[in-house]
């Protein structure tokens, strides 16, 4: 067999090991490891991989900042900032048609704002918002669905832990892509307020309204809220600002959470251990896809699949918006069995060589960072997608009264919302680059 032809068996491969439910880091690994034994002839090169491709893949700088938004999202759990950040929209959309689940909407957005990590947001936001979807009449279906979508805001709204794996794999300047990720990110939310709006009216009887809480109130919850501000612009602000760079910007972030949550007494010395212990669990299980993917997809250069498909598709004269629409599809389909961060590492050094070949009328940086934003949207829809929507899970196994079909049924208007939002963003590719071509 070919370089070429190893390559393409490589995937039927890879999908076995998965459905056998080997841990996809290591399936990666494994066919990695075993193609480029299988090209190159011998071991001596395989174990020359493992002692640079590791170096290489962890002595990266830019991969710190993971294991510190991580940290950020367990001390803003702790310091009470869902709960706050959910009684604020409460107080101000609670009285409206839908509007208690529009506030668990808002508060995923918020959320995400200082998290950066989807399965986060959805389990830390329905630990505040899920009793009182419950309390004001909301069906356990309609409950779990808004929070598991609510909860994919936080991979889409900067900081986000994929984006900054995006731009590793990539080579792309992280701060411009969080800047791109804003009016997507905004839209996403406003979209799911818009589709709770039209579901809440379309299938009347199924929730209560909230008495309307005078001004004072508000702004008394509004209040309450600041410390997600300030780490927000501690964040974000300083990155533009010029203050830090991204890594600095995410110690910055995650000490200044931490101190927070200390000052509001829900950071103690047990809970510091145990925040540690979740966010070095949490990395360890990134850092082994991302070391997998590093093998994966270095075995994948040497067998010239990505590069044999990019110049085959082009010279096919295939239109570009064609290609693209079909590498959205393929993501859609494989949201529905992997989840996000294990479809980025895997399939964006294949597809990114084939987009960034095709002509859609930008400049190279613009269509990298412009295709970084779809594949993140596409990505999350794959977390609530039936059958394997991680944040589905998640959210039903914090209401284990609701059955997981209703929760099914109950998010399938939130995935059109996304596909809809997705259709715009892919034929008007300014409304993602706006606040970039703007600030830089």
Not at 113 to 140: D, F, H, N, V
């Amino acid at each position: 067999m070919t370089p070429f032809e190893i390559g393409v068996w490589s995937f039927p491969v890879l999908m076995l090991l998965i459905f056998l439910r080997m841990p996809i880091g290591l399936a990666m690994l494994v066919v990695g490891l075993g193609g480029t034994a299988w090209i190159t002839g011998g071991s001596i090169v395989v174990l020359a991989k493992l002692k640079t491709e590791t170096y290489s893949t962890f002595s990266n700088y830019s991969l710190s900042i993971v294991p510190l938004f991580l940290l950020m999202g367990q001390f803003a759990t702790l310091g009470g900032m869902s709960t706050a950040l959910f009684k604020a929209a409460e107080t101000w959309l609670g009285h409206r048609r839908g509007g208690v689940a529009m506030a668990a909407v808002g508060a995923c957005a918020g959320f995400g704002a200082i998290c950066g990590s989807s399965l986060a947001t959805a389990a830390t936001m329905s630990q505040a918002a899920l009793p009182e979807l419950k309390r004001y009449g909301y069906s356990g279906g309609m409950a779990t669905a808004t929070l598991a979508a609510g909860g994919t805001l936080g991979i889409l709204i900067p900081p986000s832990v994929v984006l900054v794996i995006y731009a590793i794999i990539t080579e792309q300047n992280i701060a411009k892509l969080f800047l791109a990720a804003f009016v997507p990110g905004i839209l996403a939310a406003v979209g799911y307020m818009i589709t709770i709006s039209i579901v809440v009216r379309l299938f009347p009887g199924q929730e209560t309204l909230r008495e309307r809480v005078p001004m004072a109130a508000r702004l008394a919850a509004l209040g309450a809220v600041w410390p997600v501000l300030v780490v927000f612009f501690l964040v974000v602000g300083g990155i533009y600002l010029g203050w830090f760079t991204p890594t600095e910007a995410a110690a910055i972030g995650a000490a200044g959470t931490g101190i927070i949550a200390w000052a509001s007494g829900g950071l103690t010395r047990a809970r510091l251990a145990d925040a540690f212990l979740v966010t070095a669990g949490s990395t360890a299980m990134i850092f082994l896809i991302v070391l997998g993917a590093g093998f994966y997809n270095a075995f994948l250069a040497l067998s010239q699949v990505p590069q044999e498909l990019s110049s085959q598709i082009v010279e096919a004269g295939f239109s570009p918006w064609t290609v693209l629409a079909v590498i959205l599809v393929l993501y859609l389909v494989f949201g529905c069995v992997m989840d996000s961060l294990s479809m980025i590492l895997l399939t964006v050094p294949i597809f990114f060589p084939i987009i960034s070949a095709l002509d859609f009328g930008l400049t190279p940086e613009e269509t990298a960072i412009w295709f970084g934003i779809l594949v993140l949207i596409v990505v999350e829809v794959g977390l609530i997608t039936p059958p394997v929507g991680m944040n589905l899970f998640v959210i039903n196994a914090m209401d284990p009264a609701t059955p997981i079909t209703q929760t099914y049924k109950g998010v399938m208007p939130f995935v059109v919302s996304d596909i809809v939002r997705t259709v715009i963003l892919v034929m008007f590719p300014s409304i993602t680059l706006f606040l970039m071509r703007l600030l830089h």
